[in-house]
């Protein structure tokens, strides 16, 4: 099962939004609204963010914000912080994976 | 308060065994799917392995054969157990649980990892 696509890094100043892409297919992100998302600070264990492509958990900023658009989904970080610097991963339900779910590659994300 | 805390990582030798634990407090592990996910150094995240609440075990191709997920539900904790490590199993190992029905798909509680390093 190939990981779902995600770019390296993406940058921005404090305030700015950012917007971070993850491509799957139609098997994957194409085909479900079971799309996650999680930020990793280096050294912590991983924070869900966003669930079914644009649902919050109870607790997680609303500057944080998810959509989804054929078999690629995206996370849209707007009014950006310091300590949004961090890793991001997404992550599918797939029908063609033998676990069920896959995470994209990770993005850094970089607020200059 | 919900908690999972992982246990067991250290170094060990390729061909090697270890078992890891993840002790749950605040929840019971047999009601919601549980999972081990590793990350290698400087890598990204990777789903190992998945037991949903009925039973049922799932694994990377990359472990299927090697490791075996199971859990105690009189200790309400999770294992994996692990053989014939090689190199490329040295990562970062977090175990993590399910949502509730409306979160099913997405991992709402992560313990903080244990470490195993495979080397001679």
């Known amino acids: 099962q190939s990981a779902l696509t995600q770019p390296a890094s993406v940058s921005g100043s404090p305030g700015q939004s950012i917007t971070i892409s993850c491509t799957g297919t139609?098997?994957?992100?194409?085909?479900?609204?079971?799309v996650s998302w999680y930020q990793q600070h280096p050294g912590k264990a991983p924070k869900l963010l966003i669930y079914d492509v644009s649902n919050r958990p109870s607790g997680v900023s609303n500057r944080f914000s998810g959509s989804k658009s054929g078999n690629t989904a995206s996370l849209t970080i707007s009014g950006l912080q310091a300590e949004d610097e961090a890793y991001y991963y997404c992550?599918?339900?797939?029908?063609?994976?033998?676990?069920?779910?896959?995470f994209g590659t990770g993005t850094k994300v970089t607020v200059l | 308060e919900v908690q999972l805390v992982e246990t067991g990582g250290g170094l060990i030798q390729p061909g090697g065994s270890l078992r890891l634990s993840c002790a749950a407090s605040g929840f019971t592990v047999s009601t919601y799917y549980m999972t081990w996910v590793r990350q290698a150094p400087g890598r990204g995240l990777e789903w190992v392995s998945l037991i949903y609440s009925g039973g049922d075990t799932y694994y990377a191709d990359s472990v299927r054969g090697r490791f075996t997920i199971s859990r105690d539900n009189s200790k309400n904790t999770l294992y994996l157990q692990m053989h014939s490590l090689r190199a490329e199993d040295t990562a970062v190992y977090y175990c993590?649980?399910?949502?509730?029905?409306?979160?099913?798909?997405?991992?709402?509680?992560w313990g903080q990892g244990t470490t195993v390093t495979v080397s001679s």
């Open positions: 993590a649980r399910g949502g509730d029905y409306f979160q099913r798909h997405a991992c709402t509680v």
């Open positions: 992550s599918s339900y797939t029908t063609t994976s033998p676990l069920d779910y896959v």
């Open positions: 139609s098997s994957d992100v194409g085909a479900y609204n079971y």
